[in-house]
């Protein structure tokens, strides 16, 4: 079993930066994809952010040039950078991994974080 934790999440105004952390623990054995989602109330989840085990990354059109994602292997971990923060980032923050959790089979398997609040006031 893989348990994602998230922390990093808050207040802040608008023009501000946060930044999101997101730890595995479990039965890890290796971590291909690490993502981050986010939600607002009413919308569909979308994703925000995406890097791979070779460091190839993918941004929501919205957030490029504003958020960075960044991954450390050893720490199991993926973070966000969240700079020049607007209104309209406020939402639930989410990260999802892509995990294989046995040397035995290259089987992998998605497992979500709980989430985080980010609220940007204006």
């Known amino acids: 079993q893989v348990q994602l934790v998230e922390s990093g999440g808050g207040l802040v105004q608008a023009g501000g930066s946060l930044r999101l952390s997101c730890a595995a623990s479990?039965?890890?054995?290796?971590?291909?994809?690490m993502e981050w989602y986010r939600q607002a109330p009413g919308k569909q989840r979308e994703l925000v952010a995406s890097?791979?085990?070779?460091?190839?990354?993918i941004y929501a059109d919205s957030v490029k040039g504003r958020f960075t994602i960044s991954r450390d292997n050893a720490k199991n971990t993926v973070y966000l950078q969240m700079n020049s923060l607007k209104s309209e980032d406020t939402a639930v923050y989410y990260c999802?991994?892509?995990?294989?959790?046995?040397?035995?089979?290259?089987?992998?398997?998605?497992?979500w974080g709980q989430g985080t609040q980010v609220t940007v006031s204006s």
């Open positions: 890097i791979t085990s070779g460091g190839t990354t």
């Open positions: 479990g039965s890890i054995v290796s971590i291909r994809v």
């Open positions: 999802r991994m892509e995990v294989r959790t046995s040397i035995a089979t290259m089987n992998e398997y998605q497992y």
